[in-house]
Every structure is written in structure tokens, then in C-alpha cells.
């Protein structure tokens, strides 16, 4: 159980136009996902908590208006990379919580998308 | 403040055992995870302590020690499969994940 699915898993995109990448937990309900960056060897970096019904909570140093989240039901939040550059290209995963299971539950994650921006 | 360390990089031997290390610091604490990513791809959860004590799943093991912000995760009987990153991460006190920067571990035939 406990399913995190994310789309696409790679996409290649112009500078400049935008990309939508989606998240769905696909046997449990989560309340709150979690968008991350990776970018080679590094470690995940959190930009923002997404929230059901409300208005998604961003990192430090990380642009609002150019991650856009949405998160309309308790099973699918997106993450919308808009007027893309290169310096965008990175790995993007999701992750959720089952929401029954509790606060400290561990996160499923999605299986990234990795974007690349020319 | 908040910090949460572990090696950047571990070589080990097929067949054998090694231990990686993470020590934190912080004033609220709801547990501690581990999690194996390969590379390219997303992790996936190991192991989840938040009381003192060893946890043991398979070959996989992990210990926690509260008083000294230490855990480690044990493998045993090592793979090549094995060959993978290791991400520790503790949980605060507003339940957010702390994560550290990961171990890559190096099976060596």
C-alpha cells in the first residue's frame, strides 16, 4: 500500500514555457504533500508543503509565483514550473503522508520527474 | 538550532556488514527515519525510530540513542543491490523532515 504516483517522470521543455507536474496518492488520503529538488548529488531540498484546500507553504529563497501548487483534493497536488530556464532543470519528487496514519508516519514519495530545460 | 550530519561516502565489501553514522541536533524530536535512494531515482523508506533501541528488519537494522542525537543504520550480509545512497532525517517538533545530505554507499565485489 501506500502509493505515491507522480507524471510525467521526464520531460524536456523549451525555455520559457511551463511545465505541470502532478502527484497522486493513489490508496490513501493526504492532506498535505511535500514538493522537493535534487539536483545531482546533493540532497533533497524541500520548496514547499502543499496543503488540501489551501494555500501551499514555501521555503525560504523559493518563488511563489514561479512554482505555482495546487492542491484541490486530498489525493492530487500539482507543481507548475512556469516561464522554465535552464537553471530550473533538476529532479522533482513529491511526497505525502497517509493522513490516518498519523504526523509521524514516514513520507511515500512519488518517483520524481526530472526536468530538462533547453 | 538544527543540524543533522552523516558520511558523504562509504565503501564496503560484498557478503560483509557496515554501519552508517548520523548524529543531530535539535531541541524537538518525533523520530528519526532512514531511507535508501538509488541514483535517478526517488527514496524509499527503511526504517522509522523514535524510542532508544535497535530496530532490525531483514539486513537492514537501526538504532537510536536519543540522549547522545545518534542513530545508525546497520547492513548486513551486503549486496551489490545495496550500492545507494542513504538519507537520514529526523522529524522536529512541528513534525517537518530535517534531512541530511546522504552517504553513498560503494559495494565493491
Known amino acids: 500500500g501506500a502509493v505515491v504516483s507522480q507524471h510525467p517522470s521526464r520531460v524536456i521543455c523549451k525555455s520559457g514555457t511551463s511545465v505541470k507536474i502532478e502527484c497522486r496518492s493513489l490508496d490513501f488520503q493526504a492532506t498535505t504533500m511535500f514538493w522537493y529538488r535534487q539536483f545531482p548529488k546533493q540532497s533533497l531540498m524541500l520548496m514547499a508543503t502543499?496543503?488540501?484546500?489551501?494555500?501551499?507553504?514555501?521555503e525560504q529563497g523559493v518563488e511563489k509565483d514561479k512554482f505555482l501548487i495546487n492542491h484541490a483534493s486530498l489525493t492530487l497536488s500539482t507543481l507548475t514550473v512556469t516561464s522554465a530556464h535552464p537553471e530550473d532543470s533538476s529532479f522533482y519528487i513529491c511526497?505525502?503522508?497517509?493522513?490516518?496514519?498519523?504526523?509521524?508516519?514516514?513520507?511515500?514519495f512519488g518517483n520524481g520527474t526530472r526536468l530538462t530545460v533547453t | 538550532g538544527q543540524n543533522i550530519d552523516q558520511p558523504t561516502e562509504m565503501t564496503a565489501t560484498e557478503g560483509a556488514i557496515v554501519q552508517i553514522n548520523c548524529t543531530y541536533q535539535?531541541?524537538?524530536?518525533?523520530?528519526l527515519f532512514w531511507y535508501q535512494q538509488h541514483a535517478g531515482e526517488a527514496p524509499t523508506f527503511l526504517s522509522y525510530n523514535v524510542l532508544d533501541g535497535l530496530e532490525e528488519k531483514g539486513r537492514f537494522s537501526s538504532f537510536l540513542s536519543r540522549s547522545k542525537g545518534y542513530s545508525y543504520l546497520l547492513l548486513k550480509e551486503l549486496q551489490m543491490k545495496d550500492s545507494a545512497s542513504y538519507l537520514c532525517a529526523f522529524m522536529d517538533s512541528n513534525y517537518q523532515l530535517i534531512w541530511g545530505a546522504g552517504t553513498k554507499l560503494i559495494i565493491k565485489p
Open positions: 511526497s505525502a503522508r497517509d493522513h490516518y496514519a498519523g504526523e509521524s508516519s514516514p513520507l511515500h
Open positions: 535539535t531541541s524537538g524530536f518525533n523520530g
Open positions: 502543499s496543503n488540501e484546500g489551501s494555500k501551499a507553504t514555501y
